[in-house]
Structures are given as C-alpha cells and as structure tokens.
C-alpha cells in the first residue's frame, strides 16, 4: 500500500476531510499519530462503531499510531442526538461501560507491534478540570454562532424538546479532548463518522486557536442499506459486538443475510480482503448469486474479527446442523439455542416427562395435526436431532431424556428446512 487515502477511498472510507493535500503529505511523512472516540452511552459497541475501530487498524496497519479514547467524561453526558435529550447514566454504570467497550476495542487493534496503540480515557483529564479553568481556559475559544451551527443543536433548538446546556456543550469537550491529546501525545487526525464532523472540527479550530497549529479531521460515510431500511437493525434490534447481547450466532446471520447489491460495499468496509480477492467475489455475486459466497466470506471474517476463529467454527457448524448438514452434538450448549432463536424455530416447553413425537411435532407448529405428524413421520420425514425418525414410529413413542441436546433441547425438523425446538422447562 503506498498511499493509505487512497485505500480508503477506494473502500468508500472518506466523506469530509479537512484538507485532504496537506493530511495526505503528513501521512506519507508519517508516521502519524491519531485518534477516535467512543463514548460508554451502553453497555457495548455496535457495527456502527466497528466502522470506526477498523479504520483506526487500517491506518495502523499503514504505519501510523492510534490512540483510542473511550470517553469516561463524555459518557456521563451524551453526545446529543436528533431527537431528545439523552438519560444521564450514574458514574459507576459509565465506569463499567467503559471496562467493558476497552475489551471490545482492544483484540481489534495492536497494543505490541511497531506502532503500538494506547488507551485513553478522558476523565483523566477532565475530572480534574474545575468549572472556572473549564470555562476561561477552554470556553472562550469557542464561538456560539459555529456551535449553533451544528445540525443535532440546530435541530433540537427549533424542535418542542430544545436542547439543555449539558448536551449543548458536548462539542467543547471532544474539542478539549483533541487538544489534550495533541499536547501529550502529538494527535494530529481525528477521525470519526461524518454525523460527527461538527465535533471533529471544534477540536481542529480549538488547537489552531490556542496552539496555533493546523491538524486534521477525517470522518467516514454513514453505512447504508440498499433497501433503505436502517443499517445494524433487525428485527430483534441493533447488532452489538458483545455477545451476550448479540449472539455471535445471529452476529454472523447478519451478514450472510446482506442484500447482493450491499455485499460488496460491505466487504470493502469491514474486511481485509484484498482488490482482487474482492473482485472475485463480486464476478461470483453476478454469476452466481444463489451461492452466496460473498456473504458467506463477509460474515466468516467479521465474525472473526470480533468474536474469534473458534466461535465462528462453532457458528457455521450451526448454520449446517441446524438443517441437517452436520452433527449437532458437537455444538455448545449456548450456540444450539442461539441458532434455535435466530431461526424463529418455535419452541415447545417441556416438563420432566417429554411428550410423545407426535404431540412435540403438533405442539411445535410443524404440522397442522395428529394425523399430518403421523403422515410425516411415515413418510420419513420427520427428524429429531438431525436424525430421521423410524417410519414405524408408534403415534406413544417418545424421546427420552437421553435424547436432548446438553440434557437440555431437541431439534425437531419436518423435510429440509422446517425447524423447532424443544426445551425441558
């Protein structure tokens, strides 16, 4: 790679720049320290911001150094949205937020190599600040016409719910923030999406005020969906990249689930695969779009980034069993009902004495009746684990608790791709 700008423009990685000239010079001076920010308003990150963090690895991997900042300060605030204003969260929550966004944030970047990255937290230096030298040393260098500016404050100042001062002076603290990292560190790029480009700015136009040095600013596009329809939702709500509250099962079903007319666009956002590697896939979006290869690479390597090489082979060995194309007992216990859900496969909640075949297959909604289940299983076409009942199967017989999954669950499957569960209560 002999030019990192033009990687990013080519994966479709660059929205707004500061000066676009003078950052591409500074960058092939390098190296270059820079940073972005991610604020602890949840308990984890979602794809959004997995946008951010693998930009940041891109320009490390190009020979710069970045500093990731999970805002302890900004946290307890808000960056202002749209539509109303943010629940201020109590200190100890935004305390374990930020624990757990570190460990998110830090497997995707290389804290060892030549160009190693550094945490920073900007409580360190804003819980010391008091209201006065906030105010006098910081504030005054802000101008309210800029800041009013901003479309978010704009937005909610001409709207019924207005905009308090706590949200409103936001931009002064990531400002602030991209001075203090200048001064200790040397940060001279930030970088962000582009619905940040307001806050990026403040802290551009603060260090050229106070330190009179040009810096730079860098945000990248918002992710967007052909069909119009939010990009990180479904139906069961945002993609998280922690896995108790997106399973890495359904993480992974995310991308394979990508529109033809996404996939390509998403490959060149969220994986590492090269122009050509890439270009293939796209030749065999258009040749073969029932195969699904290039969603299938897509989901196997994001789901690797985040979630690592041996969850995503558990996942894709779910993706098969689940319709008979592999063993289920090999799955963990957490997987099997994680792939169960994500399927929308109907569950059916047993006591300690399961019910007959017959009976789970009515209860689980795979067939109409009695006699249908009973028609299934004659015709060989009912499957308990993956494996094909016995046409001879008595309207009695039923499974045993040998039978569950991590004494636990069944799968139940009526033909190829019909799916239930059963689950001991």
């Keep these: 790679m002999t030019d990192i700008l033009d990687e990013l423009h080519w994966r479709g990685l660059i929205a707004l720049s500061t000066d676009e000239q003078e950052l591409r010079s500074a960058l092939a001076a390098g190296p270059v320290t820079y940073y972005c920010g991610f604020d602890p308003t949840a308990p984890s990150l979602h794809i959004g911001n997995l946008v951010q963090i693998l930009t940041m690895r891109r320009l490390q991997l190009a020979g710069h150094d970045p500093l990731a900042l999970v805002g302890g300060a900004t946290g307890l605030i808000g960056d202002p949205k749209m539509t109303s204003e943010r629940s201020l969260n109590d200190r100890d929550t935004v305390a374990g937020w930020v624990e757990r966004i570190r460990k998110q944030i830090e497997p995707l970047l290389d804290f060892d190599g030549a160009h190693p990255a550094r945490m ?73 999406g582009s619905d940040q480009w307001g806050n990026l700015t403040s802290g551009v136009d603060l260090i050229h005020r106070v330190e009179r040095q040009s810096v730079h ?67 065999e979006v258009a040749d073969k779009p029932a195969a699904r290869s290039a969603q299938r690479a897509l989901a196997s390597d994001v789901t690797t980034l985040v979630h690592g090489a041996e969850e995503t082979e558990q996942v894709i060995a779910a993706s098969r069993a689940l319709f008979g194309m592999g063993s289920l007992d090999e799955l963990d216990a957490g997987v099997v009902k994680a792939a169960l859900d994500e399927a929308g496969a109907p569950m059916v909640e047993a006591g300690e004495e399961l019910p007959s075949y ?50 636990r669950w069944l799968v139940l499957r009526r033909g190829k791709r019909t799916v239930g569960g059963v689950e001991l209560a």
């Design 217 to 283: 600013a860098l945000a990248t596009p918002l992710v967007t969906k052909a069909d119009g329809t939010k990009f990180g939702k479904t139906e069961t709500g945002t993609v998280w990249l922690d896995a108790e509250m997106t399973s890495p099962y359904a993480f992974f079903q995310f991308w394979v689930n990508a529109d033809d007319r996404d996939v390509i666009g998403y490959l060149k956002v969220f994986s590492f695969r090269s122009h050509e590697e890439i270009a293939a896939l796209e030749q």
């Design 358 to 407: 017959v009976d789970l297959f009515v209860r689980s909604g795979l067939v109409d009746s009695r006699s249908a289940a009973r028609r299934a299983i004659s015709e060989g076409g009912a499957y308990v684990n993956n494996v094909r009942l016995d046409p001879g199967t008595s309207p009695d017989d039923r499974p045993g608790r040998d039978d569950l999954l991590h004494g």
């Design 120 to 192: 920073v937290n900007n409580l360190d230096w804003t819980s010391p600040l008091s209201a006065i030298d906030f105010l006098r040393d910081i504030g005054k260098h802000f101008r309210l016409s800029r800041m009013l500016a901003k479309e978010t404050v704009s937005a909610r100042l001409n709207s019924d719910q207005g905009i308090s001062f706590t949200e409103f002076s936001y931009q002064i603290l990531q400002g602030m923030d991209y001075l203090e990292l200048h001064r200790r560190y040397g940060c001279v790029l930030q970088t962000g």
